[in-house]
């Protein structure tokens, strides 16, 4: 390897290879002045402002430097602060013990309301069940009869058509006299 001389020392630049002035923070006032020098090269010496600018402008608003050293703006609307407020005016008032009696008696009367409709809507199932196990037995007991009076009839007609066939003298006279009742009641 060659040697290192003391001139080629000398000839190296001292100076540090990256420029530190590219990270730093810039004073708000100076980029104000960068920022106005910029845009009076672009405008070409006009003074009012592009419509690029308004645009910002509006869509951010400028606040006062309070960001770069740590505070905010208060908002317009503090929630938590509205919240708190409506809380204390609401517990401290005497309007609060009322609504809360209210609350407690249309609670407890709402409450009694639900068990009498429970109440009876239980008694009314209760009494569903027996008619509909009363009109099974009144069904069946409809068909039986039924079954019933065909068979009688059944009978009667058999048993007829045997005294008419057996004794024809005394079935038709045993029917004139029945006709004659009939129509002497009319």
Known sequence: ????????????????SINSQMYAIPD?????????????????????????????DHIVPETSHTFAMGQLDTPMFDIS???????SQALNTADF???????????GLINS?????????D?????????????AQGAQTSRQISKN?????????????VFQRQYPIEFNQAREDIIERNSSEE
């Open 149 to 161: 009076l065909s068979q009688y009839a059944s009978q009667i007609e058999h048993i007829n058509q």
């Open 1 to 16: 390897m060659s040697e290192v001389s003391s001139s080629d020392l000398g000839s190296r630049s001292r100076t540090a």
């Open 81 to 87: 602060k509205y919240v708190f407020q409506s809380l």
């Open 97 to 107: 013990s009322q609504a809360m009696a209210v609350q407690t008696r249309t609670s």
């Open 123 to 135: 008694t009314l199932q209760e009494k569903l069940r027996h008619f509909e196990v009363r009109f």
């Open 28 to 56: 708000p006032e100076d980029s104000d002045s960068q920022l106005s020098e910029s845009s009076s090269d672009d405008e070409q010496g006009s003074d009012q402002p592009s419509e690029d600018d308004l645009e910002l």
């Open 113 to 121: 309301k639900s068990r009498d409709l429970k109440n009876l809507a």
